[in-house]
């Protein structure tokens, strides 16, 4: 034992051993570790934007076959329409010759 340690016991006070010196310092390294983390978590959070827009509809990928159906026939009437204003606007004789009918 040194003189500083037979000191100190003379005073009552009891010197720490080295591997609770070691103990210590690991400690105090964790808890400086936590604290940056901690303000680094903290810090974060205010950077983050957030979309305020409207969010769009999530459509199925399988469509029933019946609103497919009513789709197609939809298109196809509308295809129709318009086939059949086409063919009022058309003379006769223009009709005549894209059939190529002779009189």
């Avoid at 903290?42 to 019946?66: C, G, H």
């Avoid at 298109?75 to 086939?83: N, T, Y």
Wanted: proline fraction near 6%; aromatic fraction near 4%.
């Amino acid at each position: 034992m040194g003189l500083k340690n037979l000191i100190l016991k003379r005073l009552g006070e009891i010197p720490p051993c080295e591997t609770c010196e070691v103990l210590k310092m690991e400690l105090s390294l964790a808890h400086i570790q936590n604290e940056k983390l901690l303000n680094s978590i903290i810090v974060k959070p205010e950077s983050i934007e957030f979309n305020t827009s409207s969010p769009e509809a999530i459509l199925p990928k399988y469509i029933p076959w019946r609103v497919k159906q009513q789709e197609l026939e939809r298109a196809d009437r509308i295809k129709a329409q318009e086939l059949k204003e086409a063919f009022a606007k058309t003379e006769v004789a223009d009709l005549e010759k894209l059939l190529e009918v002779s009189e």
